[in-house]
């Protein structure tokens, strides 16, 4: 059975750090891509970051680049996202999630239905 277990979420100032953890279970995350989503009340569920082994890639939506860092810890089947100088726009339910190896990953990572194994999700809020 395979389990996708998202923590680290909670209540934030802003400017602030967290870092989210996603641990896997039933699946290895050393030949899989594995992505951190969020949505938002009233919002659709938008891709934040992606990590590819087989590509040597990451991938940042253009809203978080350079405040948001996406890794992955082959040995305990792992993946974080830490989250630097958080603004109130970045509060959302966030999801981690994993896909079948997939060539030009770089073009699909964005794409939810890629994506067979969904963590439930943990709150990020982000105010003062």
């Known amino acids: 059975q395979v389990q996708l277990v998202e923590s680290g979420g909670g209540l934030v100032q802003p400017g602030g750090s967290l870092t989210l953890s996603c641990a896997a279970s039933g699946v290895s995350l050393a030949n899989r891509p594995i992505s951190w989503f969020r949505q938002a009340p009233g919002k659709e569920r938008e891709g934040v970051s992606s990590?590819?082994?087989?590509?040597?890639?990451?991938y940042y939506a253009d809203s978080v680049k350079g405040r948001f860092t996406i890794s992955g810890h082959i040995a305990t089947n792992t993946a974080y996202l830490q989250m630097n100088s958080l603004k109130p726009e970045d509060t959302a339910v966030y999801y981690c999630a994993t896909a079948p190896r997939t060539a030009t990953w770089a073009y699909y990572w964005v794409d939810s239905s890629r994506y067979d194994y969904w963590g439930q999700g943990t709150q990020v809020t982000v105010s003062s």
């Open positions: 990590i590819s082994r087989s590509a040597g890639s990451t």
